[in-house]
């Protein structure tokens, strides 16, 4: 049973890098989520796509991109790490974008120094 | 922002006794859902409740949703050791996107 697969898990990385956390499903699901985990701030969502092709804005989506090229790949890039960028990723995925439960993935841990 | 807020952030409890956690938002939703999180794992559904219902069990959870006050809470029954973890409610908004709150650490000691 594989369901949601995130890579790296951990990755320390140096301020200005470019870096691609990667999330693969094998549910078919269509609509798959980002979000970071701070510490008192509970998951925040970053970037959405309700169907491959497709992709939105969450609640904090600067400094981030997404791309949605297939049903099972939604990777999170960003194009000049921060240190505020700092966090634990979540990658998930539900069966449709209107309805149904979210599966998680297991977390990258991201540090940018 | 946050669309959820749960209470209490922490709370810390016998094992055998019940376990409340409250959780409330500040739009109209669809459904809202209850998440566990074990340290350093990913989140885990336990159960959703749609708008127009009240209450609803899952083994040793119980969840009431009151509109009208903008509110959920989530009851564990006899709790174990085994339940210490973080629990997140998640509010669905009319985009269909999953807000959640910031979630509240339950420890029950043995």
């Known amino acids: 049973i594989a369901g949601i697969t995130q890579a790296p898990t951990s990755q320390i990385l140096a301020a200005g890098r470019r870096m691609t956390l990667r999330c693969t499903q094998d549910?078919?699901?269509?609509?798959m989520y980002w979000y970071r985990q701070d510490l008192g701030l509970g998951l925040r969502l970053i970037h959405y796509?309700?169907?491959?092709?497709?992709?939105g804005k969450g609640e904090v989506p600067d400094g981030y991109s997404v791309s949605r090229a297939n049903t099972d790949d939604f990777p999170l890039t960003l194009a000049s790490a921060v240190p505020s960028q700092t966090s634990v990723y979540f990658c998930?995925?539900?069966?449709?974008?209107?309805?149904?439960?979210?599966?998680f993935g297991e977390g990258s841990r991201l540090t940018v120094l | 922002s946050q669309q959820g807020e749960e209470d209490p952030q922490a709370l810390s409890i016998q094992e055998g006794e019940n376990a409340t956690m409250n959780c409330s938002y500040k739009?109209?939703?669809?459904?809202l859902q209850w998440y566990r999180q074990n340290s350093g794992r990913g989140l885990v559904h336990l159960i959703l409740?749609?708008?127009?219902?009240r209450e609803k069990h899952s083994g040793r959870l119980r969840v009431t949703l009151d509109t009208s006050k903008k509110s959920s809470s989530l009851l564990i029954t006899a709790s174990r050791a085994a339940d210490t973890a973080s629990y997140f409610c998640a509010t669905v908004d009319s985009s269909y996107k999953l807000i959640f709150g910031s979630g509240t650490r339950l420890l029950v000691r043995p």
């Open positions: 549910m078919r699901h269509n609509a």
């Open positions: 739009t109209s939703i669809n459904n």
């Open positions: 998930a995925s539900k069966q449709g974008a209107e309805t149904g439960e979210l599966f």
């Open positions: 409740i749609r708008s127009n219902e």
């Open positions: 796509s309700n169907t491959a092709g497709t992709t």
